[in-house]
């Protein structure tokens, strides 16, 4: 079936530098959507990037669909403490949609 | 601003009992979906409704679970009996219609703890 995998699985910065998360489908998507949980919270949706190469920014952050439309990726600049929680991305495949595990990001002030 | 209504927020039970849970989706919406989210993971696909119909349960185990969506708006999740390995998250997300590319709104989630 398909699976979505994310990198790193964890990550804590300083406040106020970058990060980015990486999301690999092993098959080729119709689309993928991102989705941030902060801590005791639910999913809530960011984004979705449909084309292949397709670039989207939101303020502080920069989401990215590869080229094969296998891959993504999430870009924060100068992280806040608001930034804090875990960011999934999930892969569209036909009608069904695949989480992948999430990376959770820790911002020290 | 509409949300995804679902309870209870908690739930502990002893294994080999009953547990239902209950999910309103935000109204319209057309789809209805149930995850399982276990922590540390993300959430997982047990089965996903449009209007009444089951759309996709391949992932539900359906010798303990079972979903219905009888008037195609609210939803009941069931399972028994409850295992100790079904301690987790039950997430319930709605959406406008089963389309690709449709943003999905979740509910707060009820917490599960088998005892």
């Known amino acids: 079936g398909q699976q979505v995998m994310q990198i790193p699985q964890y990550q804590h910065v300083q406040e106020g530098e970058d990060f980015t998360t990486y999301c690999n489908s092993s098959t080729t998507l119709s689309n993928i959507q991102w989705y941030k949980q902060r801590p005791g919270g639910h999913p809530v949706f960011l984004i979705q990037l449909v084309k292949s190469g397709e670039v989207k920014k939101q303020k502080r952050l920069t989401f990215q669909f590869g080229e094969a439309k296998k891959n993504s990726s999430l870009h924060i600049t100068a992280t806040q403490t608001t930034d804090v929680g875990t960011y999934f991305c999930a892969g569209r495949r036909y009608s069904t949609l695949t989480f992948g595990k999430g990376t959770m990001l820790l911002v020290s002030p | 601003e509409a949300e995804v209504a679902q309870s209870p927020r908690y739930k502990i039970t002893e294994k080999s009992q009953a547990v239902a849970f209950w999910c309103d989706p935000i109204s319209g919406h057309a789809t209805l979906y149930w995850y399982r989210q276990i922590l540390g993971q993300g959430p997982e696909l047990l089965v996903q409704?449009?209007?009444?119909?089951?759309?996709?349960d391949s992932q539900l185990p359906k010798d303990r679970f079972s979903a219905e969506r009888l008037k195609g708006v609210d939803s009941t999740l069931k399972i028994q009996p409850a295992e100790l390995g079904d301690s987790a998250m039950y997430l319930c997300?709605?959406?406008?219609?089963?389309?690709?590319?449709?943003?999905?709104?979740f509910g707060p989630g009820t917490r599960l703890t088998v005892t």
């Open positions: 997300a709605s959406s406008h219609r089963l389309a690709e590319g449709d943003e999905q709104y």
């Open positions: 409704f449009q209007d009444e119909s089951v759309v996709d």
